[in-house]
């Protein structure tokens, strides 16, 4: 079987979960999901029910009033009174399946996550722009080839990893102190864009330090992504943003949505900032379709847009700044069309990589590199307590941020609607970007992912969906929906992409 098997390597997973016991070990399994489709039946059935389940943790004891936000499969009207002694040994007993790792173990089987398997590939694997070259031959003379294994699994463990976590404070109105069950895409995003940060102020070669004291930088990052109102980009933050996307708490959110969440609460930040003290000191660029509603055909990047949003991040100080550029795409009906493959496998070697929002239907993940036809990700679905990292905390505790358990997809089995991330750090390294983006869509037989122009062929300028202000004076976007948990593995329309 091609492509390289998830390994346990020298430590435990980092990022310890609940799941996990003190004797317990990380599963040393690697993800091949089986392409068939009775597989979506029972995954939907499944994350409907560890979802339900899990969601009762994070509601109080006592009586509770309905949460409007919060839409639910099969779900036409909620529980006036909930009565504690009867409930608390079903809650009991859902906890001690979830400690012991048998729910989590399910939900890997089931949705197809896990799978045992070897693999003795020798060919190379690209991580975010960077080429790792497999031997079998530990004597071979060629450092870079007998050491690619090792300098991979570095850099693999050296991405900042983001996971469900239970206990923080209540989101907004809500009663939510957890974002199980129904949080990953929202963790998988944090992922993408903690690695721009990474990228921007540490650099690309930069590797998770082994030593206390940590570097500012690396803290601070971490920090931002904290699950408190005070931290920048936590879930509480992005789902304030959100509203404009009807973005709740409880409810499943797809990639289109999450990428105009984060140019919502970029420039919201920016708006309340001093413009060197910027959280996120770039650019955000959403490459979509047409002006009227993002569908139909392949995006197009427009350099002139590409310009205004530098310009305009800037506050007309400078001509370009740094630019993150987010592609939401769907690229099949439900499981990725063969023939985007070829293309999606090589933005994993454009050096501008930040990789991929995705995975299965309703479980998102983090894909960050590929080999073969398998894809890397990182899963935001272990159960980790809150973590607390202050601002300037250098020995603080990081070790629930990072994994050096390496886990694998299948290239076929993605779901269809994902999204890419790509970084330039420079107008350079945009123009390097285009220059690659432009040569894959001509290598691409007539289907790319996206195209590269100089302004838009459009009689109007791209805009935003019309926007109408609620009463708490949020933009909200009347055009756009979400899909509540139970129906994340639903099917629907290729053309209604934007709210998958």
């Known amino acids: 079987m091609k492509g390289f098997c998830e390994r346990a390597?020298?430590?435990?997973?980092?990022?310890?979960?609940?799941?996990?016991?003190?004797?317990?070990?990380?599963?040393?399994?690697?993800?091949?999901?089986?392409?068939?489709?009775?597989?979506?039946?029972?995954?939907?059935?499944?994350?409907?029910?560890?979802?339900?389940?899990?969601?009762?943790?994070?509601?109080?004891?006592?009586?509770?009033?309905?949460?409007?936000?919060?839409?639910?499969?099969?779900?036409?009207?909620?529980?006036?009174?909930?009565?504690?002694?009867?409930?608390?040994g079903w809650t009991a007993a859902v906890r001690?399946?979830?400690?012991?790792?048998?729910?989590?173990?399910?939900?890997?089987?089931?949705?197809?996550?896990?799978?045992?398997?070897?693999?003795?590939?020798?060919?190379?694997?690209?991580?975010?722009?960077?080429?790792?070259?497999?031997?079998?031959?530990?004597?071979?003379?060629?450092?870079?080839t007998s050491d690619g294994l090792a300098r991979f699994e570095q850099d693999f463990s050296s991405r900042i990893l983001?996971?469900?976590?239970?206990?923080?404070?209540?989101?907004?109105?809500?009663?939510?102190?957890?974002?199980?069950?129904?949080?990953?895409?929202?963790?998988?995003?944090?992922?993408?864009v903690a690695q721009a940060l990474v990228f921007h102020r540490l650099g690309r070669s930069w590797r998770k330090p082994l030593q206390k004291p940590f570097n500012q930088e690396y803290i601070e990052i971490l920090h931002f992504f904290g699950d408190s109102e005070a931290s920048p980009f936590s879930i509480h933050n992005l789902l304030l943003a959100g509203k404009a996307y009807n973005l709740a708490a409880g409810s499943w959110v797809g990639p289109y949505a999450m990428c105009r969440t984060w140019e919502t609460l970029a420039r919201c930040k920016r708006e309340s900032t001093n413009l060197e003290d910027q959280q996120l000191p770039m650019a955000i660029y959403v490459v979509s379709g047409d002006e009227d509603g993002e569908r139909g055909g392949a995006p197009v990047l427009c350099i002139e847009d590409a310009s205004r949003h530098c310009f305009e991040f800037s506050r007309g100080?400078?001509?370009?700044?740094?630019?993150?550029?987010?592609?939401?795409?769907?690229?099949?009906?439900e499981k990725v069309n063969p023939r985007y493959i070829p293309s999606l496998r090589a933005t994993f070697m454009f050096p501008q990589s930040l990789g991929i929002v995705g995975g299965k239907q309703g479980a998102s993940t983090y894909i960050i590199g590929v080999q073969d036809e398998k894809a890397f990700f990182l899963d935001p679905h272990d159960v980790q307590p809150v973590a607390s990292i202050g601002r300037n905390d250098l020995e603080a505790d990081t070790s629930s941020y990072h994994c050096n358990i390496i886990r694998h997809i299948s290239l076929d089995s993605i779901?269809?609607?994902?999204?890419?991330?790509?970084?330039?750090?420079?107008?350079?390294?945009?123009?390097?970007?285009?220059?690659?983006?432009?040569?894959?869509?001509?290598?691409?037989?007539?289907?790319?992912?996206?195209?590269?122009?100089?302004?838009?062929?459009?009689?109007?300028?791209?805009?935003?969906?019309?926007?109408?202000?609620?009463?708490?004076?949020?933009?909200?976007?009347?055009?756009?929906?979400?899909?509540?948990?139970?129906?994340?593995?639903?099917?629907?329309?290729?053309?209604e992409w934007q709210l998958l």
């Not at 989590?104 to 799978?115: A, F, I, K």
């Not at 109408?468 to 329309?493: M, P, R, W």
């Open 96 to 144: 001690k399946a979830v400690a012991s790792g048998s729910m989590r173990r399910h939900y890997e089987r089931v949705l197809g996550l896990s799978r045992p398997g070897i693999s003795s590939s020798t060919s190379d694997i690209w991580l975010l722009g960077v080429c790792y070259k497999m031997s079998l031959d530990e004597s071979s003379g060629d450092a870079d």
């Open 162 to 192: 983001a996971t469900y976590r239970k206990g923080f404070n209540a989101i907004g109105e809500s009663k939510y102190t957890s974002d199980v069950g129904w949080g990953c895409m929202l963790r998988s995003s944090q992922m993408l």
């Open 415 to 495: 779901d269809s609607s994902l999204a890419f991330g790509f970084y330039c750090r420079d107008k350079d390294d945009f123009d390097d970007f285009c220059l690659r983006a432009s040569k894959l869509a001509d290598e691409s037989n007539g289907a790319p992912l996206f195209t590269v122009a100089q302004k838009h062929n459009l009689s109007k300028p791209v805009s935003h969906p019309e926007m109408s202000v609620d009463t708490d004076g949020v933009q909200k976007d009347e055009s756009f929906g979400l899909e509540s948990i139970g129906d994340a593995e639903g099917h629907s329309h290729e053309d």
């Open 317 to 333: 100080q400078v001509d370009w700044t740094p630019i993150l550029l987010l592609v939401p795409l769907v690229l099949g009906l």
């Open 9 to 88: 390597v020298a430590s435990k997973c980092s990022s310890k979960s609940l799941t996990d016991t003190s004797n317990s070990s990380p599963l040393p399994v690697c993800s091949d999901p089986e392409p068939s489709d009775s597989k979506f039946t029972k995954a939907s059935v499944w994350s409907n029910f560890v979802s339900s389940a899990l969601s009762i943790f994070e509601t109080h004891s006592e009586a509770l009033p309905c949460e409007n936000k919060a839409v639910l499969s099969g779900s036409s009207a909620c529980e006036k009174k909930v009565a504690p002694a009867k409930q608390n």
